[in-house]
């Protein structure tokens, strides 16, 4: 299909909508963000995209020979223990929308899971981010 892309995002289906002319051309399950990390609704359009991005905020402390200290650390809030070393968590085909807001490919377990951002399907992650470009609209729906 041809033409300009979409994307519509229905938090209460855990399902994202592309289309292309406003004509629906694909859809992926999701995981978004869970209750006290929710994530936002409104009207945004891509103002990034990292096909290789790395949290700054989440992911594990390790050692030297990267064995887990301690997981899942949200470094606003974790302390780094002596020696660890951050290892932030993979994001493959980031498309950030707003802020510390993206979607990305991730593990999707059935529910609203992440800590805000659009979690997808690896393949389905890397088909939307080959067929948007920056500026592209996003509407995240309840």
Not at 53 to 74: P, T
Not at 99 to 123: D, N, V
């Amino acid at each position: 299909m041809s033409g300009k892309p979409s994307i519509r995002i229905s938090l209460s289906q855990q399902r994202a909508f592309f289309y292309k002319d406003g004509q629906l051309a694909g859809m992926s399950r999701i995981s978004s963000g869970r209750e006290g990390t929710d994530t936002v609704t409104g009207s945004f359009k891509i103002i990034e995209k990292d096909i290789d991005h790395v949290s700054s905020l989440f992911g594990d402390y390790v050692d030297a020979n990267e064995n887990v200290i301690q997981k899942d650390v949200d470094t606003s809030k974790d302390p780094k223990p002596k020696g660890a070393i951050y290892d932030g968590a993979k994001m493959p085909y980031f498309m950030r929308i707003v802020a510390g807001t993206g979607m990305h490919e991730g593990y999707l377990p059935g529910y609203a899971a992440s800590h805000g951002c659009i979690r997808m399907p690896g393949f389905m992650a890397a088909a939307f981010y080959h067929a948007v470009e920056l500026g592209t609209p996003v509407s995240i729906e309840p």
